[in-house]
């Protein structure tokens, strides 16, 4: 898996070479500010870029706001945002076009490594990655309303699940039900959210988003 790494912080920046390196994965840019990001985004070919919010000139959104001017253009993009806090304004923004292959991450997340990785693979494949307390914050936001507000409270944690980029099968396990009924539950949610059948995958990334968008 090729990656762009974008982060300022050096031991931060290091650490997270270090794991992705001994993970096998091939890093092709590693830079500590926006307009190097920007360059490495448009110039270089990779499988999933691994960007910080905050980046120098500006230590305010620069990561992000490159992030988002590069899937503008390359649509559908593979990126996974870290953050020091969940900033619902951040997350909606990176939600915003209605595509896969996004993820939006806490630092604190990064030190978990299996759950770090299997993140940056998900995003990577097209999938969509939301940090449980992301999730929640969204969540709390408002109640849902509209196709949302029809799923049961059982199809609400299954795609729940779905959104923090758990498998049926993790899903399965973490509600103690069965795989067959995770698949029964996603079927109802699909209905529910008249996902017409198409790639199961583009169905489940647009479940999600529909689910965080409220």
């Given at each position: 898996m090729r990656v762009v790494l974008a982060e300022d912080l050096f031991l931060l920046r290091d650490g997270l070479t270090r794991t992705l390196l001994e993970h096998g994965c091939e890093i092709v840019a590693s830079v500590d500010n926006g307009p190097e990001l920007r360059r490495a985004l448009a110039e270089r070919d990779f499988d999933v870029a691994l960007v910080d919010?905050?980046?120098?000139?500006?230590?305010?959104?620069?990561?992000?706001?490159?992030?988002?001017?590069?899937?503008?253009?390359?649509?559908?993009?593979?990126?996974?945002?870290?953050?020091?806090?969940?900033?619902?304004?951040?997350?909606?923004e990176l939600l915003s076009s209605g595509e896969g292959a996004v993820g939006y991450l806490l630092k604190d997340r990064v030190t978990h490594t299996t759950p770090f990785l299997d993140a940056l693979r998900t995003v990577a494949a097209g999938g969509t990655v939301m940090d449980p307390m992301v999730v929640a914050k969204l969540l709390s936001r408002s109640g849902k309303r509209g196709r949302i507000g029809s799923l049961t409270p059982r199809e609400h944690e299954v795609l729940a699940g779905m959104a923090e980029g758990h498998s049926n099968t993790s899903i399965a396990r973490t509600l103690r039900i069965s795989e067959s009924a995770v698949a029964k539950h996603i079927a109802a949610i699909f209905g529910k959210l008249r996902l017409e059948p198409s790639s199961e995958v583009n169905r489940r990334v647009m479940a999600v988003l529909a689910y965080l968008k409220g």
């Open positions: 919010i905050r980046l120098p000139p500006t230590h305010t959104d620069e990561g992000l706001k490159a992030a988002l001017e590069a899937r503008r253009a390359r649509p559908g993009l593979p990126v996974l945002i870290l953050s020091q806090y969940v900033d619902q304004l951040y997350a909606h």
